[in-house]
C-alpha cells in the first residue's frame, strides 16, 4: 500500500523557516517524480514544486521560487520541502503527492499524503 | 500560465441524480486533464486524467469528457459519499501546474 506521511509543519514568525518531510512507503521511491502542494485554509489547492527521480530537476510556482528548496533522499525514501523567507499568504496545508507518470511529463498526483499544516504568523 | 475555471462553484443535488461539473481552461490541454475529489480534512484523490480515463479504483459512475478548453465531470447517480469538492487540473503546459477553483457538490 502506497502511503505517504508529512511532518514537520508549525508556527513560524514571517521571515522564518521550516522543513518540511515526506515519508515514503509501499512503491519504488525512486522511480517516480514527486511534488508538493498546498492548500490554504478554506481555499483551493495550489501547485508548490516537482522533483525529478534523480533530483535534477526543480520545478516551482513563480511564488516561491528564491525561497521554497525541493529535494528527495532516495535512501531514505524521502521528499523535502526548505521554505524559508516565509510570508503570511504561504500559510497552509502542504501535502507531498506521487507524480503518476514516471516520465514526468504529465503531472497527475495519484497519491497524497494527508498533509502538514504551517502556519506563518507573529 | 493557464487559468482553469470551474463552474459553478457550488452545486446542489439530490441523491440518486445526475451531477454534472464544467471546467475550462484559458487556452488549449489537449486532454491533459485530471479530475480530484476532495473531502473535508482529507487529502485530494485522483478521479480522471486524460480527461477520461478512470483512475484505479473510482466507480464507474464517475466519467470524464471534453478535449481542447472544455471539459466535464459527470456523476451519474449521486451517492452520499460523493458530496465533496472537485478540482480540475492541466498538466499540459507547466511549470506551473494549474488547478480550477473547485465546485462544491452539496446535499440539495
Known amino acids: 500500500e502506497v502511503q505517504l506521511v508529512e511532518s514537520g509543519g508549525g508556527l513560524v514568525q514571517p521571515g522564518g523557516s521550516l522543513r518540511l518531510s515526506c515519508a515514503a512507503s509501499g512503491f519504488t521511491f525512486s522511480s517516480y517524480w514527486m511534488s508538493w502542494v498546498r492548500q490554504a485554509p478554506g481555499k483551493g489547492l495550489e501547485w508548490v514544486a516537482n522533483?525529478?527521480?534523480?533530483?535534477?530537476?526543480?520545478y516551482y510556482v513563480d511564488s516561491v521560487k528564491g525561497r521554497f528548496t525541493i529535494s528527495r533522499d532516495n535512501a531514505k525514501n524521502s521528499l523535502y520541502l526548505q521554505m524559508n523567507s516565509l510570508r503570511a499568504e504561504d500559510t497552509a496545508v502542504y501535502y507531498c503527492a506521487r507524480v503518476r507518470d514516471s516520465s514526468g511529463y504529465y503531472s497527475i498526483f495519484d497519491y497524497w499524503g494527508q498533509g502538514t499544516l504551517v502556519t506563518v504568523s507573529s | 500560465e493557464i487559468v482553469m475555471t470551474q463552474s459553478p462553484a457550488t452545486l446542489s443535488v439530490s441523491p440518486g441524480e445526475r451531477a454534472t461539473l464544467s471546467c475550462r481552461a484559458s487556452q488549449s490541454v489537449s486532454s491533459n486533464l485530471a479530475w480530484y475529489q476532495q473531502k473535508p480534512g482529507q487529502a485530494p484523490r485522483l478521479l480522471i486524467y486524460g480527461a477520461s480515463t478512470r483512475a484505479t479504483g473510482i466507480p464507474a459512475r464517475f466519467s470524464g469528457s471534453g478535449s481542447g478548453t472544455e471539459f466535464t465531470l459527470t456523476i451519474s447517480s449521486l451517492q452520499s459519499e460523493d458530496f465533496a469538492v472537485y478540482y480540475c487540473?492541466?498538466?499540459?503546459?507547466?511549470?506551473?501546474?494549474?488547478f480550477g477553483q473547485g465546485t462544491k457538490v452539496e446535499i440539495k
Open positions: 487540473q492541466q498538466y499540459n503546459n507547466w511549470p506551473p501546474v494549474t
Open positions: 522533483i525529478k527521480q534523480d533530483g535534477s530537476e526543480k
